[in-house]
């Protein structure tokens, strides 16, 4: 089975790291927003997400222009529209009712990559965790047709939580030493069953299957270790895609 280092942190740690910035209609976190704006070699909002681009760079917005705005623009505001259509700011409208303003604007990015041969590790998505429950379960939903557009792992940030669905077939390795792990991680089979190992956390699961009704892994946390030594990586391995969330400190 390959192995396979699944980047988490990395996007806001590593001087090296590059990413592609996806904003959604959700508040912003400033701290993250900064970190990761000056990582991202190509940025995006998905419609509303706009507004609240605008809102938190108030003062200096010419020096925050998104790459693009797409979806079918019923959320972002007139005034909105016309500053970032005026800064030269492309404007794609996407009007399929049967894919989300998320699922739309990361197709575009994906595209955008491979079009402008950039080197990018990780996209990553400000937005989609928090509000209603049923956006939440459309971001969810988003990460899996992210899984058949992209090899690239799709990390998705809201307050001080992170998401990324894990792929199938694969031993991932999460590196959880950087300090920026809050206590609580989790291990959700959306979609399947998934029949699950893993090491480095305190209720390991040996060839298990997660499934509804059955048994999930929620509010679990990460094995003791040794201050001076660190903590070891989660290891997961899965038949079936996986969703991975933990808690994050603020930075």
């Known amino acids: ?111 955008e990559i491979k079009a402008q041969k950039l080197q990018i590790d990780t996209i990553v998505t400000l937005g989609g965790l928090g509000g209603r429950f049923d956006q939440i379960m459309a971001t969810v939903e988003t990460l899996f047709h992210a899984q058949k557009m992209t090899d690239l792992p799709v990390v998705v940030i809201q307050d001080r939580s992170l998401a990324v669905l894990l792929k199938e077939g694969r031993q991932h390795h999460l590196n959880v030493n950087t300090g920026l792990e809050g206590k609580w991680c989790s291990l959700v089979p959306v979609g399947s069953p998934c029949l699950t190992t893993t090491s480095g956390l305190k209720w390991n699961l040996d060839n298990q299957v997660l499934t509804f009704g059955q048994l999930v892994s929620t509010s679990n946390t990460y094995e003791d270790h040794d201050p001076k030594e660190g903590r070891k990586p989660v290891r997961i391995t899965t038949d079936r895609p996986l969703l991975w969330s933990m808690g994050i400190k603020p930075q």
């Open 1 to 111: 089975m390959d192995q396979y280092v699944t980047k988490l942190f990395e996007c806001w740690n590593c001087s090296k790291q590059r990413i592609g910035l996806v904003i959604l209609n959700q508040p912003i976190d400033e701290q993250f927003f900064h970190v990761l704006w000056s990582k991202a070699k190509i940025r995006a909002c998905a419609d509303g997400g706009a507004n609240h681009l605008y809102r938190l760079t108030e003062g200096h917005r010419e020096s925050f222009l998104p790459d693009y705005i797409n979806g079918d623009f019923d959320s972002i505001l007139p005034e909105v529209k016309t500053f970032y259509t005026e800064k030269n700011c492309k404007m794609m409208e996407t009007s399929d009712q049967d894919l989300t303003d998320f699922t739309k604007c990361l197709a575009v990015m994906v595209e």
